[in-house]
């Protein structure tokens, strides 16, 4: 079956720019996950949704934001680009959210703020 | 909240020898222990994982190894292959509970040829 499926593979934007990153799930997941990866703090939780509704959101400021469709497609949102959010942000999607049931990370989006 | 430490940052071994790659965790409610191979340009692949009310876990050459009196977890490679080389994560999450994972720093194992 087909993986998670992460949109784009790269960006490059300015600083003050707004950005958004699209996460398509394995068929039948119903929780999407976002993590941001840095040389310098590795990998960090950002938010969980499941059915369409934030679960769980990780210590980043209100300018990283997510959304979650009817057919589980996730969307997250930076806006006001700084220098520092330049990343690889990975989504992970599951049947019902927890790790332990099994989580399957997409290959990243790099997003580099200029 | 639960902070995970990884350690070596870098491993570099014979192709043949074993590798250890040893986490601490701090919360002691944690019990599930999962570890991560993540290669150039794609995603974290969970390739082990260890829950709290098992010490030892084996899958062909992985192994995994936990302590829970002194939190500490282990993953063991054996007969290491070049494929082997890749960056590997460890994490750790409450099962049941935490939607989330906290992961330690990576080691960056190399298998010289």
């Known amino acids: 079956k087909a993986g998670v499926t992460q949109t784009p593979r790269y960006l490059i934007k300015t600083r003050g720019q707004q950005v958004t990153l699209s996460c398509s799930p394995i068929?039948?997941?119903?929780?999407v996950s976002w993590y941001q990866q840095t040389p310098g703090q590795g990998l960090q939780f950002l938010f969980e949704?499941?059915?369409?509704?934030?679960?769980n959101k990780g210590n980043f400021p209100g300018r990283f934001s997510g959304r979650q469709f009817s057919n589980s497609r996730s969307e997250m949102n930076v806006s006001t680009l700084e220098l520092g959010d330049s990343a690889l942000y990975l989504c992970?999607?599951?049947?019902?959210?927890?790790?332990?049931?099994?989580?399957?990370f997409g290959s990243g989006t790099r997003l580099t703020v200029v | 909240g639960e902070n995970v430490e990884q350690h070596p940052s870098t491993l570099s071994v014979q192709e043949g020898d074993s590798a250890v790659i040893k986490c601490t965790y701090s919360?002691?409610?944690?019990?599930?222990f999962p570890w991560y191979k993540q290669e150039l340009g794609k995603g974290p692949q969970l390739i082990i994982d260890?829950?709290?009310?098992?010490g030892e876990k084996k899958d062909q050459r992985i192994a995994v190894t936990l302590n829970k009196t002194a939190k500490h977890f282990s993953l063991h490679i054996t007969e290491t292959q070049p494929e082997d080389s890749a960056v590997y994560f460890c994490?750790?999450?409450?099962?049941?509970?935490?939607?989330?994972?906290?992961f330690g720093s990576g080691t960056q194992l190399t298998v010289l040829p």
């Open positions: 949704y499941f059915s369409e509704t934030q679960r």
């Open positions: 994490a750790a999450s409450i099962s049941g509970s935490a939607r989330q994972l906290t």
């Open positions: 919360d002691s409610a944690s019990n599930y």
């Open positions: 992970a999607s599951s049947l019902v959210g927890f790790p332990n049931y099994g989580y399957t």
């Open positions: 260890i829950r709290s009310n098992v």
């Open positions: 068929s039948g997941h119903r929780s």
